[in-house]
């Protein structure tokens, strides 16, 4: 066996991008299985900060490929002016990044019908990122869409035109005001397209064969947070494409025997970017404060995002869909200063207390159950070791190891690279 995941086991934005450019040395493969650029996937070295939404998070390391699977979306633009930002870095791209020829291509028009869908549902806006990622999944289930192999073909300008037709007549029956220039659009469009024909376009499930083949060891990067599959997570208020373990199969062409290590990652509280339900949300300063010191302002959109407290049972929920082995801890650091910590351990629902996910996840539905544990004041930024670690927050971590039933790994204490803490 010698695929590895990593996957969001909240609402997205735990920090997998930081993790995977930690643990990349170690792999020779790092993949994206899934979601496209709604991802937002910081890291942080050397003093420098970068985001990525498409290109996988090994991409800086040397010796590694990275691989955008079958499963993903693509902006051509967005991913071109990834690129672009990599310049000064002297990455080959050509050789280190590798792109599936059945990854599907989000033309400017998923981007308009996106937008459409949004202003028609008004107050019960999804809260998307607005990347087109759910109209062009819905061209791909609907077998309507655009891959990447379809670019090898001279015929591509006419399958484009003929699905930007259907998209504009079907933004008509929205009956929303959206204002665009299409040309403009196209112009950009196309110019990216130029662009991205000049990198590796691979058949990846066969490559992912080979390479296992050959005793490779492949890390598969999620994007998002097992709380917005679209099958398991607060549905309508999800993204389009399956989050947990399960996607990293379809979303590469994976044997799901293949698959060993499922590595799940939380951030010490909860955060949660758009619309949807958020049992343990704050409106309070103490929310307040969580969002000051973490800095919780989207990656993708710079949108505010909402902060809680942990919820065990929603961790709960996600770790047993992808049979999570491993846990790590993010944000530890964030939690320092807060005199006492509250877990959610279980909820009250139409007047039981339940410890699974239940179906109807509206927050008035649900009243967390919580167990309060004492807090920490020592800043944790430049702790390197597991005995330096003040012994509330150990406390915190046998707690959750113990309610979960998965051991805690790894502990971050900081956006940096080197600011992780292996147990
Ligand atoms: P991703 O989408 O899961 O990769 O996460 P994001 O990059 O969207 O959001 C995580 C944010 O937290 C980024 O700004 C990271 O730089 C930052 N971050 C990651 N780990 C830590 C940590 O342990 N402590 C602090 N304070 N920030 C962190
Ligand atoms: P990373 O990989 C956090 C959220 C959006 C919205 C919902 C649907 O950085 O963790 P979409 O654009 O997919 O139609 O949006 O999902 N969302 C994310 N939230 N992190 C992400 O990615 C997200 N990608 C999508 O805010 O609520
Ligand atoms: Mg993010």
Redesign the pocket.
């Known amino acids: 066996m010698s695929v590895d995941l990593l996957l969001?086991l909240q609402?997205?934005?735990e920090g997998?991008g930081k993790i995977v450019d930690v643990l990349t040395p170690k792999y020779d493969i790092i993949a994206r299985f899934q979601?496209g650029p709604?991802?937002?996937?910081t890291l942080e070295f050397e003093g420098v900060k970068h985001v990525l939404h498409t290109i996988p998070s090994g991409i800086f390391r040397p010796n590694v490929i990275n691989v955008i699977g079958n499963g993903v979306v693509i902006d051509p633009i967005i991913l071109q002016k990834e690129i672009e930002a990599l310049d000064p870095f002297g990455i080959d791209i050509k050789q280190r990044l590798l792109i599936s020829r059945k990854a599907h291509i989000i033309l400017p028009t998923h981007r308009l019908l996106d937008q459409a869908s949004e202003l028609s549902k008004g107050k019960a806006k999804?809260?998307?990122?607005l990347?087109g990622?759910?109209p062009c999944y819905m061209d791909k289930t609907g077998r309507n869409g655009l891959r990447i192999g379809d670019l090898e073909h001279p015929n591509f300008p006419e399958l484009y035109r003929e699905l930007t037709d259907k998209h504009l007549s079907m933004i008509g029956f929205f009956k929303v005001s959206l204002e665009y220039d299409l040309k403009k659009l196209e112009e950009e469009f196309f110019a990216a397209i130029e662009s991205l024909k000049q990198l590796t376009f691979i058949d990846s499930e066969d490559y992912f064969y080979h390479a296992q083949k050959e005793g490779k060891k492949i890390l598969a990067e999620g994007?998002?947070?097992s709380m917005?599959d679209i099958d398991f997570g607060t549905y309508p208020?999800?993204?389009?494409s399956n989050t947990t373990a399960s996607g990293a199969c379809t979303g590469l062409g994976i044997a799901p025997n293949q698959i060993k290590n499922v590595m799940g990652i939380f951030k010490a509280y909860t955060t949660r970017?758009?619309?949807?339900s958020f049992p343990t949300e704050l409106f309070d300063e103490t929310g307040e404060k969580i969002a000051q010191i973490g800095r919780e302002v989207g990656?993708?959109t710079g949108r505010k995002r909402r902060c809680g407290w942990l919820d065990l049972v929603a961790l709960r929920y996600a770790i047993r869909l992808s049979g999570v082995t491993q846990l790590m801890m993010m944000k530890a650091d964030v939690l320092s200063g807060f005199d006492t910590l509250k877990v959610c351990t279980a909820y009250l629902y139409r007047g039981e207390t339940i410890e699974h996910f239940p179906y109807a996840t509206e927050t008035e539905e649900i009243t967390p159950i919580y167990t309060e544990l004492k807090g920490w004041s020592s800043d944790l930024s430049a702790i390197k070791s597991t005995h330096d670690l003040p012994k509330e927050l150990l406390d915190y971590i046998r707690f959750i190891e113990k309610e979960v039933e998965v051991p805690i790994t790894l502990v971050s204490v900081g956006a940096d690279r080197t600011q992780t803490i292996l147990f």
């Open positions: 969001g609402w997205g934005d997998k979601g709604n991802a937002g996937h999804i809260g998307s990122t990347k990622i759910g994007a998002q947070g917005l208020f999800v993204t389009s970017v758009g619309s949807g990656a993708t």
